[in-house]
């Protein structure tokens, strides 16, 4: 296997032989700038290389690596979202505007910790503008196109971290989840994708969208890859104010456990209301897969995702206020709408959301006193063609932008941890994701699940063939 | 309770916010207000007990 090769594997895999000394964690680094090179012109992944950096990362790696240490990333290539902060980078979070700024003077928390476990920042991707996207297009950087199609989207907003890592330019991605923007790309792109809980994992020196939503996470290729990332991001962290003081879930320890002890629900209602019939195909693919014939209904999931709807088009525009009343020609104008518009909600409304935020939780609790498991759609149907302005859902035709999340953002508005798993229908194209929802605090058990289907082949993310 | 004027609350609040909003973005803005109150409806149609509290958490 020739290193360019060792790229289509997940990243536990070129971890291992970097650690055993069969590839140097500076040939992989060479091979993955150089799948950079040949296709990210087409493809719209990175808006800033950081091959320099790279090199030196890959090199300080083999060096640990010779002295006798074993690292659980070990020379893995991985990508952020450019609303984090790279230390020397621009942190633009897909704006015109924030590029006036400085150079970020110290890297996210996150990308600390990835170091430290000897993964190798290849660099910065594609974003929707300030995140508020599901479809991974951007006016200033242009669009992050889907490896699998390439006329279609990759979805948003993490979309360069999907094409990124589904066109095997990087192993894995940092990205950031509000109401989708993990989960979408994940489904769009067929990649594993991990919605941690709301407040396991450090934002610290990240740019935000909404304060009261906003959360981290990896996209890869393979569920080990996601519980290696999420054993090496926890801890605490002074710079986070959000961060909630909560033990670790042990993600790599627990993986192998199966799903035998598992009580799996199919979400019903809402969640099939809404779905296309990929959608549920792919649903009753994974729930057969896993002899999951119980389905539960959530009566809240409409009226969350619509508080969702309004915490984030409130919070999201209030941050932006001073840059709309100064700039908005700058704005991208699929966005500059929207936040103009949700600088003008009622108190009244806001509040309710937030009121109505509990309210869901509390039911989502109650649910998961009888299941451990729920499993729902991660998007309503497969990638759009790029440009795609309106869909039909439920027989009505809605706005593309803000309808392809449908699904993701009544659980991202509990917080509850989530797997995104990538199907490949018989015969189909096109990937098209299943959300593994745990309770609060058990990425664990979503973990486990997603092995159990990636390890039988139900689901799978390959790199892309174009 | 009568329907919301979403243009009406659109052209108020860009004045008293200080939004200059162009005339071409005027349609897109009302629009996506209009599809705001929407879910505010969605939202105000669950009823709550009062003793509901907001979910947001401040540890002073």
Redesign the interface.
Known sequence: MTVAESLTRPGHAIAGDVNSGRLSARSVAEAALAAIEAGNARLGAFTDVTAERALAEAARVDARVAAGEKLPLAGVPYSVKNLFDVEGITTRAGSKINRDRPAAVRDATLIERMGAAGAVLVGAVNMGEYAYDFTGENAHDGASLNPHDPSRMSGGSSGGSGTSVAAGMAALSLGSDTNGSIRVPASFCGLYGLKPTFGRLSRARTFPFVHSLDHLGPLARSPRDLALVLDALQGPDADDSALIARPPVAAVANFARGVGDLRIAVAGGYFRAGAGPEALAAVAHVAKALGATREVEIPIAAAARAAAYLITTSESSALHLDRLRGRAGDFDPDTRDRFLSGAMVPAAWYLSAQRLRAAAKAAFASLFETVDVILAPATPFPALKSGTRTVEIGGATLPARPNIGIFTQPISFVGLPVVAVPVWLPGAALPIGVQVVAPAWREDIALRVAEVLHQSGATSAPVAQT | MKDFDAAG??EH??DL??????PA?KE??????A??A???A?????P?DET?????VFEP
């Open positions: 609350h659109v609040m860009a916010l200080g939004l200059a909003i162009d973005w897109g803005v009302v629009a996506n207000m599809a705001t929407r879910m505010a969605l939202v105000a149609a669950v709550l509901v509290e907001p979910a947001m």
